[in-house]
């Protein structure tokens, strides 16, 4: 028997683990046989020139994975049933570079199919390489971020945790954090909850998830706004939806053009995406009156709203409504940092069994953790003056950039959703295929993002693309659409 062991591996590993990695996958190969003696610990100590403790210590851990196996009196042997005996590395790798199949027996389910088979467009983002001047859409400026507001809250509640935040917690998050953000946004939002109605999500993404598993039966006709965000697109597709694009204009989506037969409608009336549409008062009423007449469910999808620039802030729809016909959601990733992958949900007080019960299947619960921590940032004041802070910084980009687009393009570019929010909408009209505009403004070192992908249809004539403008400075947005125009200027 062939015991030629090559140790030759990870040196930060420890000794017994590099040598029960090499034995394993001499078995696995197998070089080794079920049934083959295994060399004793003190040969084989001697001829590698490590300690026997070393080669008892590999011996026990591949024993207590079922590789080996010992006898009494007579020594170490290869197992004779094998863990993963059909499993050879060599032979898959071959197997999958001459592009088969992996073996298996399982079947998907529908819903499984439907995520493979390619039906859900949009479902993982590709992030480009990161260009010099990256206008991406939906990121907050991550250096004005009140670091060391954020460390000391952490602190205090890591020096003396209770024991509440140490296990498990409640599904629909922590009472004091509830509480909080109930206030917050009754008085900033206008939405009508209290914390009994508050559910704490993994971001709006879970929360869009949660809504569609509860509300949603495949076949089910779904009202999406044309065009539409591209997350919200996708789980309702992955859930099975018949999906009824609806266009939108200059106010939002055009009512009068839904559907009888919707169960449930998407919207983001505040700042409609991508195009930034708000949708006023009386538009408001009449998709909240259509819901009424049908027995649809309206899901609102407050994303950014907490930042306006022009004219008053508008309430949240869901203030508007009396009959328990809207399942309002927001998200912090936004406004903080994605990084931490917090949301909320404040649905009717009937479907809020539903809600908790899909979440606690999805996750039982948040990080208690960091919603402790957001509890106290909220309560002490240091949430409200980021976002008073964060306002004036976005306002001041916002304001550079079209004052550039101004300068450097007139008439040529028409700028879209301008009044609130974290992005534009931009058509030029006279810039020829979008993708390729897009393609050599990247060169150029200008990082923008194609609309395409959020229309049903074929989105608007000319080059349209979104341009985030929170995570980049003044200075940089001047100069990265002074390239954009010299990249127009060469192609028109």
Sequence with gaps: MDFVIDLDRDPALPAYRRLAEAIREGILSGRFRPGDRMPPSRALAAALKLARNTILEAYEQLAAEGYLASRHGSGTFVAPQLPEAAFRPEDSAKHRAAGGEEPGTGKLSAFGERVMGGEVPGLVRTQEEGAMYEFRYGTPSLEEFPVDAWRMLTKRVLDYPPRELLGYGPTEGLPRLREALSRYLQRSRGVRCDAEDVVIVNGSQQALDLAARILIDPGDTVVIEEPCYQGARAVFLANGAALAPVECDSQGILVEALPEEARVAYVTPSHQFPTGAVMPASRRLDLLQW?????????????????????RPLAALQGLDRNGAVLYTGTLSKVLLPALRLGYMVAPPRLQPAVRGAKWLTDRHVALLYQAVLALFIEEGHFERHLRRMRKVYQRRRDTLLEAFHRHFGERAVVMGVESGMHVLVRLEEAGDAEEFIAAARARGVGIY????????????????????????????AEGIRRLAEVANERS
Excluded: K, W
């Design 291 to 311: 819901a009424g007449r049908v027995g649809a469910v309206i899901i609102e999808d407050d994303y950014d709203s907490e930042f306006r620039y022009e004219g």
């Design 450 to 477: 194609s609309a395409r992908g959020y229309y049903t249809q074929a989105p608007p004539p000319g080059a349209v693309f979104l341009m985030g403008y929170s995570s980049v400075d003044e200075a940089g947005i």
